[in-house]
Structure formats: C-alpha cells, structure tokens
T-cell receptor
C-alpha cells in the first residue's frame, strides 16, 4: 500500500506547465516526499524530494503544503519527452523508509 | 554523471534454473536495493542491503532469492530455481545514505524471461 493518492492520468500541452498533485495525509515527522518518473519500462528516474520547504532543481519544482498532507510536482515547460508515469512516494518509517511505488500518474504531453 | 549499471539487459532462462542478475552501484554509495516490475504492474520493493547485510526485505523476497556483494563493486541478485512468475524487469538501485534523506538512483533494469 503506497499510502499516497494521485490521479490516474493527466494531459498537458507541450510548452505548458504540468502540475501533478499528490495526497499523503498520513505523512509525519521526518518522512520525505519523493517524486520519480518512469518512461516506458526504463528504470525509475529520480526527480526531486522535499520535507516541508518548497524545492526546485533543474528538472522540476516541488510545492508541499504547510500541513504536509499534499504536494504538487511542477514541470514548468513540459516537453514530449516528459511523457511518463510519475510517482509520488513517501518514505515511511514503518516500512523501513523503502521506496514503495504506487500506480502513479500517467502524464501525456501533447504537441 | 555516475550511474547504476545492470547486466545483462535481457536474460532468458528455463524454469528451474538459477539466475544471477548483476549490478554495479554508484561508487560512493553504501545502500543497495533490488526492485522488480512484472509487465503491466507496479514497481515492487524486494530487498535493501547495507554493510553486507540485508536491512529490509519484502514478502516477495523468499528463500528462493539471495543477494550478495561479492567484491567492492558488484551487487548481485540470485534466484535459485526460477519460476514462470519470476518473469519481470529487475531494477537495482543505490543511495549514498539510508533512511529517508537521500535519493536512490536506479539502473535501466534486466528483463528476465522464464520459459
């Protein structure tokens, strides 16, 4: 049980921002929120992670709500190569901080 | 950029045979993981490994599976007697630290086909 909730699928026009939401209402303490993506059957690719502050790197931004119960991954200018399944993962202490992948959000970027 | 490498990319084996999947983690990483993904299903955690010991394992990781770090660079997953249902993509990952703080990087996977 991944303990996170994400929409099954989303569409985004090329060049526009893709905003992928995630609910993780049972998060607590020092449990981080991670985002990975998987293109076809390639290995999962790390995108970004955060604890409570918003984070930004060269790939994306991560916005975490003040109560930490939800977050949004933002791809500022989506390209066709961003079409992938995006996974929001909380590394829960009671699962040994394992990366437990759920079903993720299938993002389709269209021309 | 450092990366996790896995060999072979595709392995076909007969049911009942032993297979060894190989991984070279990123060189300064200390924590190692195996995951699998059955076609069309989600990525599943198998095992984590640190300091030459298994630190966590899932219910999938039964007595048919074993892991080893035979030297300073390789990390292997052995399946003793393969079954048809072991057919899957197997991903190796590594991270610099354990816990929740640092990210894990994944290899491109080995596709195991059991016939």
């Amino acid at each position: 049980d991944a303990k996170t909730t994400q929409p099954t699928s989303m569409d985004c026009a090329e060049g526009r921002a893709a905003n992928l939401p995630c609910n993780h209402s049972t998060i607590s303490g020092n449990e981080y929120v991670y985002w990975y993506r998987q293109i076809h059957s390639q290995g999962p690719q790390y995108i970004i992670h955060g604890l409570k502050n918003n984070e930004t790197n060269e790939m994306a931004s991560l916005i975490i709500t003040e109560d930490r119960k939800s977050s949004t991954l933002i791809l500022p200018h989506a390209t066709l190569r961003d079409t992938a399944v995006y996974y929001c993962i909380v590394r829960y202490r009671d699962s040994g901080y394992a990366l437990n992948f759920g079903k993720g959000t299938s993002l389709l970027v269209t021309p | 950029e450092p990366e996790v490498t896995q060999t072979p990319s595709h392995q076909v084996t007969q049911m009942g045979q032993e297979v060894i999947l190989r991984c070279v983690p990123i060189s300064n990483h200390l924590y190692f993981y195996w995951y699998r993904q059955i076609l069309g299903q989600k990525v599943e955690f198998l095992v984590s490994f640190y300091n030459n010991e298994i630190s966590e394992k899932s219910e999938i990781f039964d007595d048919q599976f074993s892991v080893e770090r035979p030297d300073g660079s390789n990390f292997t997953l052995k399946i003793r007697s393969t079954k048809l249902e072991d057919s899957a993509m197997y991903f190796c990952a590594s991270s610099e630290e354990g816990g929740s703080v640092t990210e894990a990087f994944f290899g491109q996977g080995t596709r195991l086909t059991v016939v």
